[in-house]
C-alpha cells in the first residue's frame, strides 16, 4: 500500500504542464478507528494538522457532529479545501484534499489523515481540476488560487 | 448539453443498489459570468438557494473572497456538503456536490449553478462514495448520514 501511495504522490499536487489549475485527491479510508470518526474535536483537530503540515494557509473551518454519530466539515484553505465526512458505524471517512499551486503538499495532508484515523484500507482516486484550454484566458498565464490578503 | 445532463442525473442521487454510501457530482463550470464569480455574496447566496432547492438540509457554511479576486466556500449539510471555487479571470468555477441519502436532488442544485452562473460549458463526473463491501458493517443495514438533532 505504501508503494501504492509513493506512486500516486510522485507528481507535485498541482502540475501546471498538465494545463489544469487545481488537483483533487478523492480519498476512501476504509477499517479506521470508529471512536475518532464520532469525536469531533479530534477530526477538527486532524484535519487543521493536516492543513498546516501540509504548508497550507487556512482561511476557516467548520466542523459539525450529527447525532447518533457522524461527523462533516471542512477546511477553506487559501489554495482551496479539505473535507471529511464520517461513518463511524462504518469504520468509513470520505476525504476530499483539493489543492492549487505548487505550495501544499497533498501527500502530506492524505499521509497524516490515513495515519489519525488509523485506517487499515485506503482507496484513493486523483483529478486536475480546471482544464485551461477550456477557459477564456485571453492570453493571460495559468495561475493558482490569488494570494490571500485581507479584503 | 441538456440531454446530456438529464442521462447524467437519470439514476437517483444515492443509488443504494450501487452498494455505496454517497455520491458525488465534479462539476467544471467554464464560460461563466467572471462578475458573478467574484462576487462572494452572489456566490453564497446560489450556493445556499441550491442546498435548500435541492431538498437538502443546511447546517453550516462559509465563503471567502480572495484578493484580488476568487471565492471559495462550502455549504455543510446534513447530507454531506456542496463546495465551490471560482476563477473569475479565467471564467471558470469547481464545484462538488457530495449527497448522500436519496431525499436530496443533486440535479436541482446543479441546475440552479449552473444557470446562476450562467456557464456556457460544462464538464461533469459523477462517482459513489462509501463502498460498502469494503466497510465493516457487522451485518447492519446500509443508511445514509444521520438525522440531524441538536448535539
Redesign the interface.
Known sequence: MRRILRALFRHSPCDTAMHS??H?I?A?F??CN?SHLNDVDYIRQIMVEASEQAGATI????F???????V???V?I?E??L?I?T?P????A?V?L?T?GDSVSSETAFNHLRDKLESG?V?T?E?H????D????NG?PV?H???????
Do not use: N
Not at 482561511?59 to 467548520?62: F, K, M, R, S
Not at 459539525?64 to 457522524?70: A, K
Open positions: 489549475l487545481g483533487q478523492i476512501e476504509y477499517h470508529s482561511v476557516t473551518e467548520t459539525h457532529h450529527f447525532s447518533p454519530h457522524g462533516s466539515g471542512a477553506i487559501a482551496s479545501h473535507s465526512h461513518w458505524e462504518y469504520g468509513y470520505a476530499d483539493f492549487c484500507q482507496s482516486m483529478m481540476r480546471g482544464q485551461v477550456m477557459m477564456q484566458s493571460r495561475t488560487k490569488p494570494e490571500l490578503k485581507a479584503v
